[in-house]
């Protein structure tokens, strides 16, 4: 059993230990002011922060219809919503594409009626990294409302509040920090989206494209530099979380 | 106005919660609902708020119809049994939360919120939260969070079972005291037989979703229906006997059990087999074999053993008649005090206080 974990400590931490090493010979955090490096973190944390914010509203209202309106939709609907966790991101993206494209479902009206496009613009980003993140925060919204005594919403409900009353006055309230550690999580999520969001980008840049440009062209330093803003980021969402999570 | 219950039922999930029930409800009457766990007195009282969609029958409050009303639209308070105070909110906005949710002027609400927790005692804790207040105060709280709508109907589910007996004495007068200065319909929620009685203008028992009997405490604790009745409120001594003289003109039959002849004056009018239904504490026990006028006599029982004392009563198991048949006696003072395992005494009971119970096949006797 502790060879395992060894092995597995060994295995996980490698990454990490490589990663610290690059970094450390390739200059640190300062090949991050080349030029066009600092406009990629800004990319990506705007359209992060636009797709997480859609989220947490959207995914706080699925949330909500999922745990007490079951009957419409049921289980079926809910799988549907969630399907974007499981999807291969490169086909989340590529659908995104056929929908929102020039000549999409969705995008192709848009652009003949209104030319408006969308694809490989910052609203692609945000809309790939929104469709990717949402079912995350829905998730974290249905097991935060669970959370909540259905007592106190009976009470509420003999009391004469509407369901919307209901909904900001008791319900968010008392499911405050599960709500945020998931807005946390879908941020991190949505920084560190690669798949789908390289589908759409077209010459946009974010984070983990710019990783990938990097370290396949060659230039290491700007990619551990970024790779390891990353890490960062990820370990104090993480950290937040579990605070949350014990309060 | 009344409140009438018409053949209300309650099926979730294809389970049956509610059947058939029916009762009407006299204004500033309590009502106390008596049953085991899940036997459907909680979902009862949501019928009543308008918490449950869909439930079979007519609930009708002054003659109209509540259906389709929601809990807003109805002049009912509920009151929960682990309070659901709201646990991010203060005392004061736990009470006036009903109000502001009808949106009630500010002045109203001031006004009522002094009124009301003056009235209830707790106008010291209104900038507390539900966990800095204990079981009784949160009560209090969750109390007076219905009391400031005002309704014409009170819904209590089981409001003392989480308190200790101190509190629970004190509330029990607080809600009485409420029935009285306000007029309020009540309908209360127990699984406690004794808080049953004490608090109750009528009973209604219920088992399994069903109406088994509804009446006042004296006919429900005195003259039960059945013998889920009579177990639930505490006959601890229910006996297969059988009728042997029918003396109708007096109102008396001669019933039988375990060898023992009693008379008894509340029987079934056909059945020969029944259940002798006896409470402990309507036996008197002496030592000398005059009896009083109406009352049966059970000589020379033998204590078995004495039972744990609740207060100044004392329970005692004694063995009585040629058969040896157990019976259960309460007792208190000086007698109480001299009587040990062994000793012989005298048992009296009332005909009045002897209820016969027709005894069916079905029935299975257990002790």
Redesign the interface.
């Known amino acids: 059993m502790t060879l395992l974990v060894l092995a597995a400590g060994l295995f996980f931490g490698s990454p990490f230990a490589a990663l610290l090493g690059s970094f450390a010979t390739e200059g640190g955090f300062a090949v991050l002011a080349q030029p066009g490096v600092l406009a990629v973190v800004a990319t990506s944390l705007v359209t992060a922060l636009g797709a997480t914010l859609l989220a947490a509203v959207i995914g706080t209202v699925l949330g909500y219809h999922f745990t007490f309106r079951r009957r419409c939709g049921g289980r079926g609907l809910k799988a549907f919503f969630s399907l974007p966790l499981v999807l291969p991101p490169s086909a989340a993206g590529y659908m995104l594409l056929l929908a929102f494209g020039r000549y999409g479902l969705v995008g192709g009206p848009l652009y003949q009626g209104f030319g408006l496009q969308i694809m490989f613009t910052g609203a692609a980003l945000v809309l790939a990294q929104f469709f990717v993140v949402t079912p995350l925060m829905m998730q974290a919204a249905a097991s935060a409302f669970h959370q909540v005594?259905e007592?106190?919403v009976?009470?509420?409900?003999?009391?004469?509040?509407?369901d919307f009353?209901i909904f900001i006055?008791?319900l968010l309230?008392?499911s405050r920090p599960v709500l945020v550690a998931g807005v946390i999580t879908a941020f991190a999520r949505a920084i560190g989206e690669f798949g789908a969001t390289m589908m759409v980008a077209g010459r946009l840049k974010t984070i983990p494209i710019m990783i990938y440009v990097k370290a396949m062209g060659g230039d290491s330093g700007v990619a551990d530099g970024l790779s390891l803003l990353l890490v960062l980021l990820s370990f104090v969402v993480l950290l937040l979380v579990n605070i949350l999570g014990e309060r | 106005m009344s409140l009438e219950l018409e053949n209300v039922g309650l099926t979730i999930g294809g389970q049956t919660i509610l059947k058939n029930i029916s009762f009407k409800l006299e204004p500033g009457e309590l009502l106390v609902v008596l049953g085991n766990s899940g036997a459907g007195k909680s979902k009862l009282l949501e019928v009543v708020a308008g918490l449950v969609t869909e439930p079979v029958g007519r609930v009708e409050y002054g003659g109209r119809s509540l259906e389709g009303l929601g809990p807003q639209e109805r002049s009912v308070g509920l009151v929960f049994q682990d309070y659901a105070l709201f646990p991010h909110l203060t005392a004061a906005e736990n009470i006036l939360f009903g109000l502001k949710c009808r949106r009630a002027p500010r002045a109203e609400q001031v006004k009522w919120l002094k009124a009301v927790t003056a009235e209830l005692k707790i106008d010291h804790l209104l900038e507390r939260y539900p966990t800095e207040l204990s079981g009784g105060q949160q009560q209090r709280v969750a109390l007076a969070r219905c009391m400031v709508l005002r309704p014409e109907i009170l819904l209590l589910d089981e409001p003392l079972s989480a308190l200790d007996a101190a509190t629970r004495e004190r509330l029990a007068l607080l809600i009485k005291r409420i029935q009285d200065k306000f007029g309020v319909t009540m309908l209360y929620v127990t699984h406690d037989h004794t808080e049953a009685r004490l608090m109750a203008d009528r009973i209604l028992v219920l088992e399994g979703g069903e109406m088994v009997q509804l009446g006042t405490p004296e006919m429900i604790f005195d003259r039960p229906r059945n013998r889920f009745v009579a177990h639930f409120t505490a006959t601890r001594n229910i006996l297969p006997g059988r009728i042997t003289e029918r003396r109708e003109s007096a109102g008396r039959v001669q019933v039988e059990f375990a060898g023992i002849r009693v008379e008894a004056a509340s029987f079934p009018d056909r059945d020969e087999l029944v259940w002798v239904c006896m409470r402990p504490e309507f036996f008197h026990l002496g030592m000398s074999r005059e009896t009083g006028g109406e009352e049966n006599l059970i000589p020379g029982c033998r204590v078995r053993r004495l039972l744990p004392q609740t207060g100044a009563v004392m329970q005692v198991e004694f063995e009585a008649g040629p058969e040896q048949e157990r019976l259960l006696a309460c007792t208190f003072g000086p007698i109480a005090a001299d009587l040990g395992p062994g000793d012989r005494v005298d048992l009296k009971i009332a005909a009045t206080h002897v209820h016969c119970l027709p005894r069916r096949a079905e029935d299975i006797y257990c002790r």
Do not use: E, M, V
């Not at chain 1, 009470?155 to 004469?160: D, E, M, P, Q, V």
């Open positions: 005594p007592n106190l009976k009470a509420a409900r003999s009391l004469g509040a509407d009353t006055r008791i309230p008392l």
